[in-house]
T-cell receptor, first 117, second 120 residues
Framework: DSGVTQTPKHLITATGQRVTLRCSPR?????VYWYQQSLDQGLQFLIQ???????AKGNILERFSAQQFPDLHSELNLSSLELGDSALYFC????????????????FGPGTRLTVL | AQKITQTQPGMFVQEKEAVTLDCTYD???????LFWYKQPSSGEMIFLIY??????QNATEGRYSLNFQKARKSANLVISASQLGDSAMYFC?????????????????FGKGTKLSVIP
C-alpha cells in the first residue's frame, strides 16, 4: 500500500459527460501529480500541484482541469468526454522537498479506470 | 527523440534465474533521477528502485539492483532469483530536476515498458 488513495476505482460513463476523479496524497506529501495511461500513448504526465498551487502542466487537454485543496487532496475534472479519454488515471504524490533525491520519489495510487462508452 | 527507451517489449525468464531489463535515457540536465516501477496485472504502479545522477554506487533494493552506466546513459534493472510474482510490466522513468529548493517540477517521463513473464 503506497499510502495514496484514489476514488473511484472504476468509472463508466457516456460521451459528452463530465466526471471528477479524487486523490488523497500520502501523509506529509505536498505534491500531487496526475498521469494518464492509455494503450496508444503510454504513461503521460498531465499536471502537478504543489501545496495548492499549479506547478507544471504536461499533455493535458483543455477539457481537463485539476485543483488541490487546502487539505492537499486533489481532484481531476474531465469534461465533454470522448471515447479516446478512456484510460487509467493515476495520481502520485511526493514530498518534493527540493532535495532532488530518493526522498522525492513519487508514490502512485491504485488508479481510476475510466471507460467512456 | 524519446527520453526513455525500453527496447524489450517482452521478456521471459525461468524461475530462480536472474534477468536484466534494459533502459536507456536521454537528457542534457546534469541532475536527474532514474526510477523503475512495476505494474502487475492488477494495475497499480509499485516503486522499485531509484538512482540519482550523482550517486557513485549502483542502487540496490533487495532482489532489485540498478546497473547504472552514466556515460552510456543506461539504467538497466536486474532482478535476481526471479519469482512467479515478478511477472508484470516494468517501467523505467526519468525525473529531470527543472528547479531546486522546492520550486521545481519533478514530473516523470516513462518508457513504454517491458512485459516480464516468469516461467515455472
Amino acid at each position: 500500500d503506497s499510502g495514496v488513495t484514489q476514488t473511484p476505482k472504476h468509472l463508466i460513463t457516456a460521451t459528452g459527460q463530465r466526471v471528477t476523479l479524487r486523490c488523497s496524497p500520502r501523509s506529509g506529501d505536498l505534491s500531487v501529480y496526475w498521469y494518464q495511461q492509455s494503450l496508444d500513448q503510454g504513461l503521460q504526465f498531465l499536471i502537478q500541484y504543489y501545496n495548492g498551487e499549479e506547478r507544471a502542466k504536461g499533455n493535458i487537454l483543455e477539457r481537463f482541469s485539476a485543483q488541490q485543496f487546502p487539505d492537499l487532496h486533489s481532484e481531476l475534472n474531465l469534461s465533454s468526454l470522448e471515447l479516446g479519454d478512456s484510460a487509467l488515471y493515476f495520481c502520485a504524490s511526493s514530498a518534493d522537498a527540493g532535495t532532488s533525491g530518493r526522498t522525492d520519489t513519487q508514490y502512485f495510487g491504485p488508479g481510476t479506470r475510466l471507460t467512456v462508452l | 527523440a524519446q527520453k526513455i527507451t525500453q527496447t524489450q517489449p517482452g521478456m521471459f525468464v525461468q524461475e530462480k534465474e536472474a534477468v536484466t531489463l534494459d533502459c536507456t535515457y536521454d537528457t542534457s540536465d546534469p541532475s536527474y533521477g532514474l526510477f523503475w516501477y512495476k505494474q502487475p496485472s492488477s494495475g497499480e504502479m509499485i516503486f522499485l528502485i531509484y538512482q540519482g545522477s550523482y550517486d557513485q554506487q549502483n542502487a540496490t533494493e533487495g532482489r532489485y539492483s540498478l546497473n547504472f552506466q552514466k556515460a552510456r546513459k543506461s539504467a538497466n534493472l536486474v532482478i535476481s532469483a526471479s519469482q512467479l510474482g515478478d511477472s508484470a510490466m516494468y517501467f523505467c522513468a526519468m525525473r529531470e530536476d527543472t528547479g531546486g529548493s522546492g520550486a521545481g517540477s519533478y514530473q516523470l517521463t516513462f518508457g513504454k515498458g517491458t512485459k516480464l513473464s516468469v516461467i515455472p
